[in-house]
């Protein structure tokens, strides 16, 4: 049987375009409900079993779960930014079919990091032992780090993360849009040419923003503990979790009638090998990263493990271990596996939901520990075993949760009924239906 190249013109719109009817076209209004619900549940509901008697444990509690949601929000958020970057910066054909799907995950990056404002300005001293000036005066260790770690700071370099992350993200997304009104083939190869000359000045401040980022929100839970690999990490999930949403949005977007014919089982056998080559690599790293601390053996660092290595929380380690390495390597070796998106799809749902706990697993712990800690100091033994031995998830976990991820559906549910679902104009879009492995 002879071969016959796709071609642009051969598109079918209505497989390419999010129409009114579709639920799809919904998304935002269902995510936008979702997240209603899910911060009233957060907020509102009342504080339950040990912390109802102690208002300043339950604020920590909460303020500490509405961290967890939107750490987990950005992920998903920064996955759709550094995966646009990435393929623009090495000029990838093959991803030009599902970059407009990252478009639309990027474009919520700027709108949930609006999110993270309350915690700089007010209920942070909640979230963050640095914030009290009590514990900064009598900690050396705080005071020698109180020029960088100190609220102006913070203020100042998160309100100039969110300011580069928004021009990025919304230039990107605004330029692939309008490359598809272009006149001519001349000035859709110009909008080409814009992103690609942003990319690699993106890169450098995604991954310094991002890097700094996740050292100000989560490796400082624990400020007398440091390491410079801690945003390698982060980032490692990021690329791992995001490829795996592609899969997930693509799967279901065909069994709409979406994007059939124009993402095919070349493209899932990509995202496929990502999945695989990024579990790798985040093993790489979070194993890099215990292995010297466990090798040096110093008390300063270690105890930022041996926390996570009592009671419960050995079993969310474990947990970590082998669901986000040991499942995912093995149950993604094989070629075939990658090719079938009834497959891949799970594995890719199992991988999503390995994010959150290994935000759960990096974000919980220290809230754990300090409030032990405290408890203890007060004389309430008891409250604080139970609170270092036990993995305690309330309601508010939940609502905030739920929360975050009707926000981040809302975004990228209204982002992606604006535009086509594949950039039409791409003078390399035939290269990319045509993809093949070899």
């Known amino acids: 049987m002879s071969y016959h190249p796709k071609k642009v013109s051969d598109l079918d719109d209505a497989k390419i375009t999010i129409d009114s009817s579709s639920m799809w076209s919904k998304l935002w209004l269902i995510g936008a409900a979702v997240a209603v619900i899910g911060f009233i549940v957060g907020f509102v509901l009342p504080a339950q079993g040990a912390f109802a008697e102690d208002a ?58 609006l999110a993270g404002l309350p915690l700089l300005f007010g209920p942070g001293h909640h979230v963050f032992e640095w914030m009290h000036t009590e514990h900064v005066l009598h900690d050396p260790m705080l005071k020698a780090k109180l020029a960088y770690l100190n609220p102006a700071s913070f203020k100042a370099r998160y309100c100039f993360y969110l300011l580069l992350w928004s021009v990025v993200s919304l230039l990107l997304w605004r330029w692939s849009r309008a490359q598809d009104s272009a006149a001519d083939d001349q000035a859709a190869a110009e909008y080409s040419y814009k992103q690609r000359f942003l990319a690699p000045i993106a890169l450098v401040i995604f991954a310094l923003s991002m890097t700094f980022g996740a050292f100000d929100f989560m490796m400082s ?17 990021i690329a791992l979790t995001f490829h795996s949403v592609l899969v997930i ?29 990024f579990t790798v690599f985040w093993t790489y790293i979070g194993f890099s990263q215990y292995f010297l601390i466990w090798y040096a053996n110093i008390p300063e660092e270690t105890h930022w493990f041996m926390y996570r290595a009592h009671g419960q929380w050995l079993n969310v380690s474990m947990l970590i271990v082998f669901g986000r390495f040991v ?27 390995m994010e959150f706990v290994d935000m759960f697993w990096l974000i919980q712990p220290p809230f754990a520990h300090h409030a032990s800690a405290a408890q203890e100091a007060a004389g309430h033994t008891e409250l ?9 998830i309330t309601g508010a976990d939940i609502g905030f949760l739920v929360g ?15 535009a086509k679902l594949v950039p039409i104009k791409d003078p390399r879009l035939e290269e990319s239906l045509n993809h093949e492995n070899f």
């Open 56 to 113: 300043e444990l339950w604020q920590s509690k909460l303020w500490t779960g509405y961290l967890n949601g939107f750490m987990f929000a950005m992920a998903l958020s920064f996955g759709g930014l550094i995966f646009v970057v990435i393929q623009h910066l090495v000029r990838a054909n093959w991803s030009i079919v599902v970059r407009r799907i990252a478009e639309s995950a990027m474009f919520a990056l700027p709108f949930v990091a």
């Open 221 to 237: 839970l624990d400020p007398h503990w440091f390491s410079t690999m801690f945003g390698v990490y982060y980032f490692a999930g």
């Open 249 to 277: 949005v693509c799967f279901f977007l065909q069994r709409g009638g979406k994007l059939v014919d124009v993402v095919t089982a070349e493209h899932y056998h990509d995202l496929g090998k990502f999945m695989f080559g």
């Open 327 to 353: 499942i995912p390597f093995f149950l993604l070796l094989r070629r075939g596996w990658k090719r079938n998106p009834n497959y891949l799809v799970f594995m890719a749902i199992w991988i999503v939901c």
């Open 384 to 392: 604080a075993h139970f609170l270092s031995e036990h993995v305690v």
């Open 404 to 418: 975050f991820i009707g926000l981040f559906l809302a975004l990228f549910g209204w982002s992606l009924k604006t």
